[in-house]
């Protein structure tokens, strides 16, 4: 066969051009969302805000208006009334900066442990790391319940009993913020990049700076925001270890629930701002967020 026969025609080979061209164009094309796809997400959306949105309609009414039936649809007239009762009543004021130092601590204190344990797990080779990879993910499967009794003793002999470093102390890092890290870390992070760094003569402090934080960034503020989520509504172990006298914001809405009658509206009062917290904070730090978890992605 010879070289003339091998020759593919040229009009071929111009049209074969012109699609490998139109394909690499359409690769790299935004994809347009049809209607359906509005649809569903108006859909979603709605779901998701009803619960809030009744929240603050409950609190906008009086007691007696949201035992009729049927129930209230839209806004009353009585919301700042009610937030100003349920801020008085429940002592909100000291609740709101005690969870936010408690909430704060837990974050900074999980993201920053939970990312040098991660790392560590991931990248660096030393004896029985299997096992206590495994241990830790074990902890994950012991119902908190169990742990309730030997830790109030524990802060009893400590003599923290009613103090903030008593919800502090047990959460300051976590089997699953450790383990969510190391999944991250072990394809975020090239081991390459790592064996540059020490034949630079960088430090273990300075690879950890300069080249494991940013690597971790996007999974750090995903974190970040589940462990302050989680920070601000625990309520289990805050109400055995505080009381109403030194307490976080769910400890101090539980006040509101007593009485004989309680008064629902003010509960949802209450409720309403105890949330108003955690939507200010994902405004101001949803796009942060939202951002470097698709800056990870395209890293990825």
Same mark, same amino acid.
């Given at each position: 066969m010879t070289a003339s026969e091998l020759t593919l025609p040229q009009s071929k080979?111009?049209?074969?051009?012109?699609k490998s061209r139109h394909r690499m164009m359409?690769?790299?094309k935004q994809l347009n969302a049809g209607p359906v796809t509005y649809v569903v997400l108006t859909v979603f959306a709605l779901v998701s805000l009803a619960p809030l949105v009744w929240t603050a309609i409950a609190a906008s009414r009086t007691d007696q208006r949201?035992?009729?039936t049927p129930p209230p649809l839209w806004f009353g007239g009585n919301l700042f009334k009610n937030l100003q009762t349920a801020w008085d009543e429940a002592g909100l004021g000291?609740?709101?900066v005690n969870s936010t130092l408690v909430a704060g601590t837990i974050t900074v204190s999980t993201v920053l442990f939970s990312t040098l344990a991660g790392f560590a797990f991931a990248k660096l080779k030393f004896k029985f790391s299997g096992v206590l990879l495994l241990l830790t993910i074990g902890t994950m499967m012991i119902p908190p319940q169990l742990a309730v009794v030997p830790l109030y003793l524990w802060m009893s002999d400590l003599g923290w009993s009613n103090q903030l470093q008593t919800v502090i102390l047990p959460t300051l890092v976590t089997a699953f913020g450790t383990f969510f890290m190391r999944q991250y870390l072990v394809q975020a992070l090239p081991s390459e990049l790592i064996e540059a760094a020490r034949v630079d003569g960088a430090s273990s402090l300075?690879?950890?700076?300069?080249?494991?934080f940013p690597a971790a960034r996007p999974a750090m503020a995903v974190l970040g925001l589940l462990t302050f989520v989680f920070a601000w509504n625990d309520f289990l172990? @805050?109400?055995?270890a505080l009381n109403q006298q030194n307490p976080t914001v769910q400890v101090a809405l539980n006040s509101l629930g007593t009485g004989y009658v309680p008064d629902q509206a003010v509960i949802m009062a209450g409720a309403l701002l105890g949330t108003? @917290?955690?939507l200010i904070a994902f405004l101001l730090f949803g796009k942060q967020i939202v951002g470097g978890i698709m800056q990870g992605a395209i890293k990825g």
């Open positions: 080979v111009k049209s074969g051009g012109r359409g690769a790299g949201l035992a009729q000291t609740a709101m300075r690879i950890v700076w300069h080249v494991v172990w @805050p109400i055995i108003l @917290p955690l």
